[in-house]
């Protein structure tokens, strides 16, 4: 039991004082017998012990929660238990001191349901037991009418004032645990023990109301109520047929609407007006018949004419009745009833048809008709897409129903793409088609803490979040070209200038279980439709459009070959394009403004594409391994939990680099190791071959500007003597112009092709080979990487001299410059 000296028993003494639940009304005695052996004389005698304790049936948690305690027919505590546990224990649920959004109650994830049976139901079945030994007079635990009713307190209260009553803890809560359809086995054991006659399902007295809001089927509620009542009747089917059963009759009843605003459930009815009880109780027990505090039916039989007047009293029936039940709740607003919307018109009275919730699923757009569909992808989120629908089987499964369905249908001009997440999304502009939808998120303030500590593994850095005791934002440390700010920076931007073009972060890494997949999750999660995740035959299709009217666009496990110029080219395209034709199959090709960022995911970590020196668009982060003792199962809930206070982070975070590109950041603040290492890793042979040779020649001469023509650089890299090179004249000049090179007027110029050693006393001559030509010109500072600059500019010592012992020479320190003979 609980420990008292930790109880907040604030709540609770405020509950039972209000419900009139004095001390001993709460307290349980339960009895049971417990045999013990002993062994005398050599003899094993056994003895019976009768035991006792006291449970309190509401008590308190150190929280301030009441605590509910569950008993079965038997007085025994209910008990369960869940694959994580080794023994089972005792089952209760909390009435919540604070509410937690729509969560009045709380029992564990995972426990069953139960029925709450009250202490004098249980005694009842105690008294019932003993007469069915005895079979002696009459029944002294014999409940004539039962009724059942969802809420503990309220079965409690009612109890306490001479009701036969069962708590449910919600309005399917008769069920046998998981088994719908078949009532729960000790309700029937009362039922049966009891020699129940008549069973009553009661509900509050809000039975009859809806609540509006935008977009949602006001149906669904009452269609509930529907549905639990019938299956109620149909779960005691078995009874009411065995003969052997005195159960005769069922009846459905619901407190008056009319207290729904001061005394909505049956305590609170009954503390209401207290002075009337003995008039609500005699009023409840005429059953269908109840006049002032009640209303209700009989449904025994359950017939079609009862299941229609069942349907008619939630106001199911149609449009013009559900609005009549409930047209106080509505008033003038438009509402959703079976899938259809409606709105009532004073002037004509009247229930007029607005359209179908289906026709919201299609569209025109121009002389084209698309349905809106949604599929889920491999993450398990969902994706909407566009797919062009013949209008004839539009007509087909509408038409005949609903004559006027193909009239409610939107048409479009064509498409737009307008991103925004600042709470101004508007779904038309212009009559076009906004294929952006809006985030489904409110910003606020809270707990960022397993997002952030997620990001931070993602892309490391300096840069650094402070935190307070709660997991709200406190400061920042921030660098430039740090890879945690550039990245912090970049989901900053995404949110705050959607239309802004942005580098592509590639996520690399070998190893599985670093969350590269879970980070494309998270940001679909975020972003909802507005985001897709790809694989690389989805990007490769020829129509684009699953993915071109995306606000990211996702390549998980991405590898474009790295021979494939075209793949890659067309990647390039989508980074800095600011319109995409999208091209829907069966569909005219349609021009749309297009800002969408794109996001690649691969375990190729070295050659993940073909990426040349220069390039400035690959934002790539080498995505380290998650520790196995440090990996959270549960880390995506916990993000998603985390998703307000994430946009709130965001929204409210300065980006720390200023804008000084069309990329926003400079490149030189997010080129990283990882990138260089793609770029020496996925040079082709050109690259390879002419880079060494022009390498070796200015580290050999020591000239700071070469030219060569284009007829000599063919020469030396076919002459036999160095075939390892092998490069013809056009794939030269293709890969000298792909590296900004432009050929030079006619000219003379003096190519360097060895040196005069001469004697050992003679510093060594350049010697040139003189022509005519077209020369390439290039310079040292372009072409040599760091380390070869620093050793190019020191004086070259010469040790190629027959004897070891002789010392080396330099040669001459003579400034070299673009004047040297040449």
């Known amino acids: 039991m609980t420990d008292t000296t930790t109880k907040d028993t604030t709540y609770l003494t405020e509950r039972l004082q209000q419900l009139g639940i004095t001390q001993a009304q709460n307290t349980f005695l339960r009895k049971w017998s417990q045999e013990t052996s002993e062994i005398v004389d050599g003899k094993t005698i056994t003895k019976v012990h009768e035991q006792q304790r006291d449970y309190q049936i509401l008590d308190a948690d150190q929280h301030g929660n009441i605590v509910i305690h569950y008993f079965n027919q038997h007085g025994q505590p209910y008990r369960w238990k869940d694959e994580e546990h080794k023994w089972t224990r005792d089952f209760t649920r909390k009435r919540l001191k604070v509410q937690k959004g729509d969560m009045k109650y709380y029992q564990d994830p995972g426990s069953p349901q139960f029925p709450f049976f009250p202490k004098s139901i249980i005694e009842k079945y105690s008294q019932a037991t003993e007469w069915k030994e005895k079979k002696q007079g009459d029944n002294p635990g014999q409940i004539h009418t039962l009724f ?37 086995e000790d309700i029937e054991d009362i039922i049966i023990t009891c020699q129940v006659q008549k069973i009553v399902f009661l509900v509050d007295a809000d039975l009859l109301s809806v609540k509006w809001a935008e977009g949602k089927d006001l149906s669904k509620r009452p269609n509930t109520f529907y549905g639990s009542v019938k299956a109620f009747r149909e779960s005691l089917q078995l009874l009411l047929d065995n003969e052997a059963v005195p159960l005769q009759y069922v009846y459905f009843m619901y407190i008056k609407s009319k207290f729904m605003n001061d005394a909505k459930g049956l305590d609170d009815l009954l503390i209401k007006y207290e002075a009337k009880t003995i008039e609500i109780i005699e009023d409840l027990h005429t059953l269908n018949f109840a006049r002032k505090y009640f209303d209700g039916m009989a449904i025994n039989d359950l017939s079609k004419d009862v299941q229609g007047r069942l349907y008619k009293e939630l106001g199911l029936v149609n449009e013009d009745d559900f609005y009549k039940t409930y047209g106080d709740f509505i008033g003038d607003r438009e509402f959703r009833f079976k899938r259809r919307r409606y709105i009532y018109d004073k002037e004509k009275k009247e229930v007029v048809f607005v359209k179908h919730e289906d026709a919201e699923k299609f569209m025109r757009i121009g002389p084209d008709w698309v349905k809106v569909i949604s599929t889920v992808n491999k993450h398990g989120e969902p994706e909407e897409e566009l797919v062009p629908w013949k209008i004839s089987e539009i007509q087909r499964d509408y038409a005949k129903r609903y004559p006027d369905f193909i009239d409610t249908i939107t048409r479009y001009d064509g498409f737009c793409n307008e991103p925004n997440w600042n709470g101004q999304y508007q779904q038309s502009l212009l009559n076009c088609y906004n294929v952006c939808r809006p985030l489904k998120w409110q910003a606020t303030e809270g707990s960022i803490a397993n997002t952030l500590g997620f990001i931070k593994h993602l892309f490391g850095g300096q840069g650094n979040i402070i935190l307070d005791d709660k997991g709200r934002f406190e400061r920042e440390e921030a660098y430039k070209g740090d890879q945690f700010t550039v990245a912090l920076d970049w989901l900053t931007i995404l949110l705050k200038h959607p239309k802004h073009m942005l580098p592509v972060p590639c996520l690399v890494s070998p190893e599985n279980g670093t969350g590269k997949s879970t980070f494309l999750k998270w940001l679909q999660m975020i972003f909802g439709d507005n985001m897709c995740i790809l694989g690389n035959a989805q990007f490769q299709m ?72 220069g390039e400035s668009r690959w934002f790539v982060v080498r995505v380290p391994v998650i520790p196995k003792d440090k990996r959270d199962p549960d880390l995506e809930n916990k993000m998603k939990a985390e998703a307000e206070a ?20 400079s490149p030189d603040d ?60 056009i794939e030269l000049k293709a890969y000298l112009e792909r590296k900004g090179l432009k050929i030079e007027v006619p000219q003379r110029i003096k190519v360097p092709v060895g040196f005069d050693m001469g004697d050992f006393l003679n510093t060594p001559k350049i010697l040139y080979r003189e022509e005519m030509g077209r020369p390439y010109k290039f310079t040292s500072d372009k072409w040599l990487r760091a380390e070869q600059l620093e050793e190019f500019k020191k004086p070259v010592t010469f040790a190629t001299v027959p004897d070891e012992a002789e010392p080396a020479k330099q040669l001459s320190g003579e400034k070299l410059s673009d004047d040297m003979p040449f």
């Open 670 to 729: 997010f080129i990283t190791e990882q990138f260089k290492i793609i770029v020496e890793a996925t040079k082709n042979r050109v690259d390879r071959v002419f880079e060494d040779w022009i390498q070796e020649q200015f580290m050999l001469y020591r000239l700071p500007v070469l030219r060569f023509s284009q007829k000599f650089l063919t020469e030396i890299f076919n002459d036999p003597k160095n075939s390892k090179y092998k490069i013809d004249s």
């Open 542 to 613: 020829k129509f684009n459009g699953h993915y071109a009217t995306k606000f990211i666009i996702s390549i998980d496990e991405g590898f474009l070959e790295v021979d494939k110029k075209a793949e890659k080219e067309r990647l390039k395209q989508l980074v800095t394009a600011d319109s995409v034709y999208l091209e829907l199959k069966g569909m005219n090709v349609r021009k749309i403004p297009y800002y969408a960022k794109i996001i690649i995911a691969s375990n190729d970590a070295d050659r993940l594409m073909k990426i040349e020196e």
């Open 148 to 184: 059942l009713l969802e809420g503990e307190f309220k079965s409690i209260k009612a109890s306490i004032c001479g009701v036969d009553i069962i708590g449910l803890p919600s309005i399917h809560g008769f069920y046998n645990g998981d088994v719908k359809g078949r009532l729960h």
């Open 646 to 665: 994430w946009l709130y982070f965001l929204k409210n975070r300065p980006i720390f680099h200023q804008r000084v590109d069309r990329l926003w950041f």
